[in-house]
């Protein structure tokens, strides 16, 4: 395996994958065919990567080990993978849907076991899709194509609900393969889903990481630090996603002024919630709120 320190890291920035992609706006990333693997290896992956080959056959090393894709297989890189040492038939062809992780965090809610399914693949890169599963994926990066190369105002609207669409439909066909590769979850891995299931079901959502620790009886400390390593960042910043997401909704799809927000998302004060929004957001409540209707209209 090559050396870490020396090694490439693949991302959307990649001088390589920008020459081949249909589309990259820096968080997601289209190719529509893969021919030259090699021309991007060895190579340590800091995005997500999903490749479904459609014809032909490859072969490659991922964290060392061997592993040889057919059609309909699918491959799942996570950030981290070592990928290196690949080998392709002369007719292979493959789509592929590159992913940053941020991007996963803002459009893929933890509550959906995202984090399950990056833990799995993370030990199981490639599984088998059926027939209608693979005609799927295929449907969606046709249309997310498609819709990338006509430009419009809402076209990163379209292409985040798209994306969103793509992974609940695809959530039935990774929730068969977690059923077909069952593994133990750790001590670790069990107090995290209990942590991300109590603040997905609060509301409003207290914004202390000793709330939720002292429901779920450990330390503060300690549920951060197992939320670093399961879920790859700290407890306050997942707290504050979800509770983001809750002052979005609220700012989008209601009338409620911006005090009734404050209070209802139990604020101390509007200077305060005005502050939260403004480091979150990069705007005031009242910049936001008008943003939101502009876009709207």
């Not at 491959?75 to 789509?95: A, H, K, R, W």
């Not at 849907?97 to 959906?112: E, F, G, K, N, Q």
Request: aromatic share 10%.
């Amino acid at each position: 395996m090559e050396n870490l320190r020396n090694l490439r890291k693949a991302n959307l920035k990649d001088s390589d994958i920008q020459t081949v992609v249909t589309y990259n706006d820096g968080d997601l990333a289209l190719i529509q065919h893969i021919y030259d693997v090699n021309a991007i290896l060895p190579c340590q992956l800091e995005i997500f990567v999903i490749v479904l080959v459609l014809k032909g056959k490859a072969s490659v090393s991922i964290n060392g080990n061997r592993y040889e894709a057919h059609p309909n297989d699918l491959y799942i890189g996570t950030p981290n993978n070592i990928v290196e040492n690949s080998l392709t038939s002369l007719d292979f062809q493959s789509l592929c849907i590159c992913v940053s992780t941020d991007y996963i965090r803002r459009i893929l809610p933890l509550a959906d076991n995202s984090w399950d399914l990056k833990l799995l693949f993370e030990k199981n890169p490639l599984c088998t899709l059926q027939p209608d599963e693979a005609q799927i994926f295929c449907q969606y990066h046709d249309l997310l194509c498609a819709k990338a190369q006509r430009p419009s105002p809402t076209q990163k609207k379209v292409m985040d609900a798209l994306m969103l669409a793509f992974f609940y439909d695809m959530g039935g066909a990774m929730n068969r393969v977690r059923q077909h590769i069952p593994r133990p979850f750790t001590a670790g891995e069990t107090l995290f889903k209990r942590f991300i299931e109590l603040l997905g079901s609060s509301y409003p959502k207290p914004r202390s990481v000793a709330y939720y620790a002292d429901r779920l009886h450990v330390t503060p400390k300690y549920l951060s630090s197992v939320c670093r390593l399961t879920g790859g960042q700290r407890a306050s910043d997942l707290i504050d996603q979800y509770v983001l997401k809750d002052i979005e909704y609220q700012m989008k799809h209601t009338q409620k002024s911006i005090k009734e927000i404050c209070n209802e998302l139990e604020f101390p004060n509007l200077s305060f919630f005005g502050r939260y929004v403004k480091k979150h957001f990069g705007m005031s409540p009242k910049a936001y709120r008008e943003k939101v209707l502009e876009e709207e209209c």
